[in-house]
């Protein structure tokens, strides 16, 4: 038996570990669970610098980790309640109200590479630090290329809204790169930086509130076509 079947078979032998070999719904719900507790973490960490350092930038940064958090948990208690009182109308209530916190993490976006950039804040890393976090930051790109291949023929809301939640988080981490990058390697003056700092935040902010707006106009067309089949 290879060392991946066997690994497969252990964790299929508890009660946990065979819904999580045998659904990909429950892995998507208990990965999107594990990243709502770092958020949290990340949201209060910059609150407690925000409060400590009166920094607006700060205070941004929980508010956007906040907003993150707060997406995934309505996510996972969703999925708690699911099966207590299972609705497809619950179901795209839940992707709507995830379009609105989007769209508001979009504007917060905003809001934090703006205060980026009129006050000049990028973290400078060694070159192995650098080497991780970039590492780190392509794997959440190859992970969510790959969970959008997979679960693109997957039509259930929830399972679409957690992927939204991890495209615009993915899209801040690749900002967060570049700025660290630039500072750590790069050899362009501070205009060049902060042109393409704000190219790129630009983008960034556009694309978070494109998903944001489309899951909110997707959910209420879904809800429309419901009804007439009702009906």
Known sequence: MRPKQKAVSLIGKTKIGKKIVSSQRYRIILSAAVTFVFNLLYAVYHCVLGVLNISFWFIAMCAFYGILAMMRFSAVLYERNHHKLPSDDTELFMMRFSG???????????????????????????????????????YKITMAIVKAVKQHKNPSPLLKTIRSIGYAEVSASILTLQRSMLVSFGSMDNRQVRFMNAMTGAAV?????????????????????????QN
């Not at 993490?105 to 009129?118: E, F, P, Q, R």
């Not at 902010?205 to 007439?228: D, N, P, Y």
């Open 100 to 138: 609105i916190l989007l769209v508001i993490l979009g504007i917060v976006l905003a809001t934090v590479n703006y205060i980026s950039l009129s006050q000049d804040i990028a973290t400078k890393h060694s070159a192995i630090i650098m080497i991780t976090i970039a590492t780190y930051t392509f």
């Open 205 to 229: 902010c556009l694309f978070v509130l494109i998903l944001g707006f489309s899951m909110t106009v997707k959910s209420r067309r879904k809800e429309h076509k419901a009804w007439q089949n």
